[in-house]
Structures are given as structure tokens and as C-alpha cells.
């Protein structure tokens, strides 16, 4: 299994962080999902083997995490937020409308492998609810107008 | 470390600084409930059973994870902790599919006796249970996922105690599952540890499930029948049609050496017992066919024959070949048979380890032989050879754990890259054969160390390690039987050279040890006394013959030579394991006690069925020194012991049989009245009889008087006999034996087992052989079972 270079010396780095090698497990997995696109068992066999750890033991710690995935998302993964200030300001309308707009429900990919639906819990962006986020990207005061925007945009790209 | 005063429930509690809460309680007879918490485990703090109230402290504390301080008022029972333990039986229990009627833990489930306890038979939820279907994980492990309480403890002991980490935990809060390392199977040493522990009957044993109940079965502590190692599995027995069988064997008594611990072998392979292909009658050869026959008629011939090649040629036409594991008592009698009634020396058994050498090299000497129980708690180990996670299950165990839980220093050298090198400070690969040298060097032969160097290994690197293992006091000096003979000494030498260390030789098969203390060989007598310095052998049988026997080898050419009339075969199988020409013994007239037709009792002329050790009474050694009692726990009809056979070919021979076995001995007592006020005088009088070998010995069938002869004259012998007979193992030595011998070392020849065979046993075994068949297997190609 090869990685990038970026992700290599990332990785190198962080194993200098920690006092033991096991600790760097999860922001590995994170930049190896960011990198691949989700944590096949190639990857997991090959951290697993970097780490000394069993598979069993990484994919245990990637099932716990519901930002690991070990299965392959869409380009865009549109992450609704439905917690309670988000609620209170239409998030759970703004979830349907995704879903009725992209065909999809909960952790589902459109079939053109663009678009990935997930309902999150909160973002952190609670000041401006009701917000979402598009891989990495936040977008907030949403309204079911705006997310037809954003969504759009996304798709041109 | 100092100690510490608390009060528990107002009684005053004194425990080492350091000591967990609930241990603390436990030493005052205080019970604390947990689920998650086990002994010499990591600690988990998820049950939250073991609340209890700490003066001082806002809220309730979880007895499990609180270490004891100075001056802590501690209750563990008052209504706000009863209160908050009922919520966590209710909680469990949200889920819980309560199937207890046919559950396999009913009736010893810790879930069940916190539920009586506390009380929570009234849920508050009205949702429907998320039921699964069960899972079988392997042929031994089931999963029955609803019943799961996520103590942990599977996972823990699979992976901190055995080193496997076969088992872990899937997804998050109410989701959790344990889950197997294999998708929907278990890849794992198979041992069994997580049914044990589970406790609740979500991991159930497949040779057990849907049997019987706990109660319906009684319980016998006795020693294993495999490896070397001694463990104490405890049998559940049930009545048969065909007398009595055994149905589980697990380790719920945990007084033993192997303490929580039993692989494979211990836990499930006593199902041999029951094989279609168990022999339950005599046999003998009519017209070329073995035809089964009387008992009266096989005995008779066999001693009409043996009577007439002793009268007509001598005893020393016939030759006598023992088992590894038939009791202590039964090889003791089988060598004093061979001695005594067919006055020959020829007799030997399957030799797996040089323990000869390793009486040569000790005796007279300071004791420096370790148990089982030392190899825990040594501060350092240096393993030389073998390959314990397969060949000696409980020792790598002991040492695994010991580096665990004592962080002892683990030194290994192998020619193979063991599995426990994964423990080891040190773990050094040799070529194969260098053992003998590197023991050499390591005893102070400098010149041996040529030998050893290799590329990876250089001089001064070696030179460094024998400094270091030098200055390690108190070191275990475990090696198997790579080397042998003379080298021996070398270790021996080493071992004594250490301030405190301690050596162990590692023999296979159950009562190896005991095989080789009891003589079985040509030359040697009992205690590895040499049959040309009889001694008090000689006082007490009359007559040793003087001249040493043949070696099997030579019995096999003696046959094919026409010079050996007869072999007489106790629980072996030689033509198979030594791959000896069936055709040697044409000539000769072979009998062989075996439990099943076996390559060598197809060559026989008279077959005898026999009783395997779980089905007799007597004691065993492990490969230690440490002496077991063995309990007679299954039982089946047409079977008999070794030990009846013995004694009764003797007197189908016309030989008194007093003078073998000497039984009618003991104090001639009016044993008291057995009803009214001195009623217990009786049984305390008996207690104490029998705890000093002056019990009446009533026939000749009961191997307790040949015990008595055998802690009489075997040096080393002469421990404790009320903590045998307690189930307590006890150390036997080396340092008082008889002179040994150096044997040839083709002679040896170890068994190479692994974890799932044992001898000609194993293919007997069902369970052992499903494990086989399912390792071959490919793995399944299917959806995530943890889902």
C-alpha cells in the first residue's frame, strides 16, 4: 500500500508526538480516509502492520468513530446538522430537502459517486445555524435555497 | 509495600498500600459485585456493579478502580448503593433476552445472582428486545450476541492473558458488540479462556451447549491427560448407559497451578472417552482375527504364555514397553511387574526428554528443580529451545503473565522465532542443533561460542548476555528437550551457578516425568537408581535381576532375531510412533493394553481394553516434578485400570500377588460408630488415616499401597500426602535420586505436538479434530458479522 509523500511525512511526524505508537492511530486513519477516500483493508491492514496493532484492534477503533468510514463515499460528503440550535432553525427541513434533492438518505451515495448524505451531530457552528458541511468546508445561515446553491455549485465542480 | 488501614462496613481492614478497594474487601470476606472487573486483568470500570460509598467522597465509587487509602470509611451495602445496583441489573437486563431456562449458564450466571440480589425482575422499558441469531465463532466458541453484558473480560483475557487478541469490541454505546478477528470467525488458539471467564452465556462452548445443567453434574478435580504440564481441569460427570460421562471439562475450581487458565486440550478433548472405536472388550487372536473373548480368558492366556517363556527360556525373552500417561502408580507396578514377577530389566517406555541426565547432573546436590508455580513468579526466565505455546500451553501461560503482571525479564533463544519472543527482553535466534553448545558457553565454555556466533549474533554480544543472565538471582532456566546427555550438566551447571536459579527439563505427554522417576527404562530402577546398585530395592522385592534390560530398539531387533518371545504393552503405541515394521513382532506373542485398536494393538495376540486416565484414580508429575493427584471421574462399562490388569496378569501367572502390591497393610482399627454422638470420629479418623497412608488397603486393585512403596523408596518422593490427597500439587526433587545414566540421545524423541494434537490420543478426539479440519478451511466470504 502506498501513500503520498505528504501523508508519510505526516505521518513520520506524528510519531514523534506521542508516547507510544498506538496513539497516533486515529489521525492516521484520518488522513489515510482523506486520502483514499474511505479506509479499505488495504488500509487497515497496512496501518495495522505501521502500528503493531491487529486488524481487529483498527477497525474496532474505526467503528467507534462515525468520521471513519470503511466504505467509499461520494466526492462531496454534505454532512447536515440536526442538533438542537440547528433544529430549532430548520436543520432537520434542510436534511430532507437533501435528501429528496439528491435521492438519498442517511450515509447513502448518489450513484454517480458525487454526493454523500449524512446527518451529523453539531458542527460547532451554532451561531450560525442551521449550518452543514461539505467535506471540510462549512456553510452556514443556510436556507433551502441556499443549500440548492451550494449544492449546485459543487456539482459543477 | 506498607500497609493500610481502612474500615469496611465498620470492620477494620489492614492491605498492602496499593491494593484495589474491592481486593481489600474481599480479604475481609466482603463481597463486592462486579461484572467487569477479574483478577490480574486490566482494569475495565464499565459494570458499575462494585459502587460503594466512600466517606468524603460526592458520589458512589466504583470499588474496582479505587486503590485504598489511609483512614477511607467505606460502606458497601446501604440503601442508596443497593439502589444504584438495581439500576444496573435493570439496565442490563433492558436487552437481556432472560432465556435463562435454556441458557447453558443458568444456574452459575453472575448476571442471574445479581438479579436475585438486588432484584430488578420489573423493567421499566416496553421496547421490543433487538434480538440477533446466535453465532458460531469455531467449532468450540459460540456467540450468543443478545446476551452480552460488555464486561469485557473475553476480550481482555484473550488478549493480556493468551496473547492472541482474537476478540475486541465493535461500534459505540448501545451498539457495542464483541466481535471476532475474522469477520463472522474466530482465528485463535481456540483454548476456551472467554467461555470461561464470560459470565453470562453469551460465549457458550460448542462440546457443552444444550448438554445438561450445572447442577445435574458432578464436579471431580483431577489432572489433565495431555501435555506435560499438569493442569487441574474439573470434569462435570454424568450418568451414562454406558456408566458414567464426562460432559464438560472447565476450570471453575482454579486451586490448581494453572490457576484461571486451560487450553484446548484441558477444555474440551476428554470426548476420546466416548469414541465409537473405544475398545470395551478383550480381544484375542483366533485363526489370524483379533475376536473378543472373557476377561477370565484373556487373562488366563496371557499368563499361561508369559508363565511358560519365563519357566522355559527366562524372563529376559520377554520385553515390557510403558506408557507417558498411565499413573505413577501403574508405571511404579508395571516396571515392579517386569522386575519382580518376570524377573527382566527389560523395560522402557517412549522417552521424550533426557530426565536421566538431569538426575545424573543434580543429584547430591543442593535442590535447585523450580514448579510450575516458580516459573510465575521467578523475576527473570531464560528459555532455551522448545516451543512452549504449543508444546506446554500452561508454562507459556506462567511466563507470559509473569512478564505481564511482575514484569519479570524474559530471555529466549530458539532456533525458530517462537511466539513468545513477543514477551521476551531478549530474544535470540541460534542454528539448529547449537543448543547443546550454547549451554556449553553459557555455563563458562568459552570455546563453544563459535558455534553459536552468527552474523546477527556476535561474540561480545553473547558475551554481554551471559553477563546479564549472571547477575539475574533467582533466574528459571526453562529447555526443552533439544538438548540432551551431557549437555545437560551445562545447564545444570549454569542453573547453579545463579544465586536462587532454578531449572526445569520439558518432557511431552501427561506423566512423562513420572514415567522416567518410575524407572521405566533397563538400566534404571525407580528414582534413577541403577539396577546394578539394587539397594533397598532389593531388600524390600528379594529378587532385582542385576543385568540392564533392553531398550526398545533393541527389543524390536531381539523379536526379529527370534531371541524376544513376548512384548507386553502398556498404553503405547511404539509401532507407530517409533514407524516400527509391524511384521517385527510375527513371532513374538504381544499383548497390549490400549483404550483403542492403535497400529500396535492391531499386531497384538491379546488386546486389553483400558481405562484412560481421567476414568482411574492415582497421581501424576508433571514435566516440573510437581506430583498431582488424579481423581477417577468418567467410567466406561467393559473398561478396566492398568493397574487391575497388572496385578491380574500377575496372578494369572501364579505369582503372590502381595508381594507386588502390598495392600491388607495399615492399622486393623475399629473405626467407630458410624451413627450417634462419635459419628464424626469415624470420618475424622479416616481423614487422618488416609493423610498418613495407614488407611486399610483393601485388595490389591488400590494403587494407594503401591503410592505407599513409592513414597517409601523413590527419592523425592516423600511429600505431603494430605495435601495430595487435597488436590494440592507438591514438589518432588531430584536432589536425593540415584546416580542417572547418560543415555543415548537417538533414544529421545519428543513428541511435537501442537495445540491441537496429543499423541495417538488426539485422533480420538472430535473437538481436536474439528479445530483441524476448520483451521484448513478458507475463510468465509461474507458480510461483517459485527454490523
Known sequence: MKFSDQFEARFSDMLTHYPTKRSVLVPTLLYAQDEVGYLSPDVIHEIAQRLDLTELEVSNVISYYSMLTTKPRGKFNVQVCTN?????????????????????????????GTFSLEEVECIGACSWAPAAQVNYDFHENLTVEKMDKVLDEYRKN | MADVNITVDGKKVTAPAGTLLIEACKSAGIEVPSFCYYPNLSL???????????????????????????????????????????????????????????????GECELQDMTFSYGAAESKYIDAKNHKEEQQWSPVVFFDRPRCILCYRCVRVCGEGMDVWALGVQNRGVSSIIAPNQD??????????????????ALTSGAYRYKTRPWEMKHVGTTCTHCADGCKTTLGVRRSDTGMEIVRGDNRDKSGINGDFLCIKGRYAFDFAHHEDRLTQPLIRKD???????????????????????????????????????????????????????????????????????AAALTGKPEITASMRDVFNAPAILLIGND?????????????????????????????????????????QIPEGSEGKLAAFLAGEDAAIDAITTEEVSRAAWITLRDKLRGEPNLVVVFGAEIRGADIA??????????????????????????????LYPDLLPGYHRVADTGKFHEEWATVPRAPGLTLPEMVEGAKAGSLKALYVVGANPVEQ??????????????????????????????????NAYEKSGTFTNTCGDLQLVKKAGEVTGTKSDFEMIVRIAGAMGFDVRRLVPFGRGVGTDMGQSRGAQSGEADRHAVWLEANGLEPKMSSFDP???????????????VSRMNILAGNDQHTTLSSSGPGALHDSKLIMPAQDNLFSSGTLGRYSRTLNSVIENRHKQPAETEVAAD
Not at chain 2, 578 to 583: Q, R
Open chain 1, 84 to 112: 438542537i440550535a440547528c433544529m430549532l432553525r430548520g436543520g432537520e427541513e434542510l436534511l430532507d430537502h437533501c435528501k429528496t434533492k439528491l435521492g438519498i438518505g442517511h450515509k447513502g451515495t448518489t450513484p454517480d
Open chain 2, 44 to 106: 475495565q470500570g464499565a459494570c458499575r456493579m462494585c459502587l460503594v460509598k466512600v466517606e468524603k467522597m460526592p458520589k458512589l465509587q466504583t470499588a474496582c478502580t479505587t486503590v485504598i487509602g489511609e483512614g477511607m470509611i467505606v460502606s458497601t451495602d446501604t440503601p442508596e448503593i443497593h439502589q444504584a445496583r438495581k439500576g444496573m441489573v435493570e439496565l442490563l437486563l433492558g436487552n437481556h433476552p432472560l432465556d435463562c431456562p435454556v441458557c447453558d449458564a443458568g
Open chain 2, 184 to 201: 463472522d470467525h474466530l482465528d485463535c488458539e481456540e483454548c476456551g479462556m472467554c467461555i470461561d471467564i464470560c459470565p453470562v452465556g
Open chain 2, 288 to 358: 489370524g482375527r483379533l475376536t473378543p473373548a472373557t476377561w477370565e480368558e484373556a487373562f488366563e492366556l496371557i499368563g499361561k504364555r508369559f508363565r511358560e517363556i519365563c519357566d522355559q527360556v527366562g524372563g529376559h525373552a520377554i520385553g515390557v514397553f510403558g506408557s507417558n500417561r498411565t499413573t505413577n502408580e501403574e508405571n511404579y507396578l508395571l516396571q515392579k511387574f517386569a522386575r519382580v514377577v518376570l524377573e527382566t530389566n527389560n523395560i522402557d517406555h517412549h522417552r521424550t526428554a533426557d530426565f536421566p541426565a538431569l
Open chain 2, 388 to 428: 512452549p505455546t504449543e508444546q506446554h500451553p500452561l508454562l507459556a501461560w506462567q511466563i507470559r503473565n509473569n512478564v505481564r503482571l511482575h514484569r519479570a525479564r524474559l530471555y529466549v533463544i530458539n532456533s525458530q522465532p517462537i511466539k513468545l519472543r513477543r514477551q521476551a527482553a531478549s530474544f535470540i
Open chain 2, 490 to 519: 551445562s545447564v545444570a551447571k549454569l542453573t547453579a551457578s545463579i544465586q536462587g536459579a532454578k531449572v526445569v527439563c520439558l518432557g511431552d505427554y501427561a506423566n512423562s516425568r513420572g514415567a522416567a522417576d518410575m524407572g
Open chain 2, 578 to 611: 517409533f514407524t516400527i515394521d509391524p511384521f517385527s513382532f510375527s513371532n513374538s506373542f504381544v499383548v497390549v493394553q490400549d483404550m483403542f485398536l492403535t497400529e500396535t494393538a492391531v499386531i497384538a495376540d491379546v488386546v486389553l481394553p483400558a481405562a
Open chain 2, 704 to 718: 494407594m499401597a503401591i503410592l505407599d512403596e513409592i513414597q517409601r523408596l523413590v527419592p523425592g518422593y516423600d
